[in-house]
């Protein structure tokens, strides 16, 4: 993905790329990872066409290469967004998972 700044929001559609199926899926796992960060922060990861909430999904320090597997739901588009809350180059990759299906109480 390259360099993001402060603030900046990157809207990256999943469904239908990188063999996640185009349709069916509900969220997909992502390893995420601030390469070489120049200042410490926090990057946020959450569903395409929502605001971003307030939480973390990947705090880092300044030149520590830090990953994590984040497990997010889709948007509407079939995307995530990823919110930088500082300046760190950011790397990801997806796997789709399968639909959640909830069980009723017996």
């Not at 996640?20 to 120049?38: C, K």
């Not at 995307?79 to 180059?89: E, I, N, Q």
């Amino acid at each position: 993905l390259g360099r993001l700044r402060g603030g900046q929001r990157v809207d990256l559609v999943i469904a239908g790329r990188g063999g996640v199926p185009a349709s069916g899926v509900d969220a997909v796992m992502l390893n995420v990872a601030a390469l070489r960060p120049t200042a410490g922060g926090f990057l946020t990861v959450c569903p395409t066409g929502m605001a971003v909430p307030e939480v973390s999904n990947l705090n880092y320090d300044v030149g520590r290469n830090v990953p994590n597997l984040v497990v997010c739901k889709l948007g509407p588009d079939g995307g995530v967004s990823l919110v930088a809350h500082t300046l760190a180059p950011l790397r990801s990759s997806s796997t789709s998972l399968p639909p959640v299906r909830r069980r009723r109480p017996s």
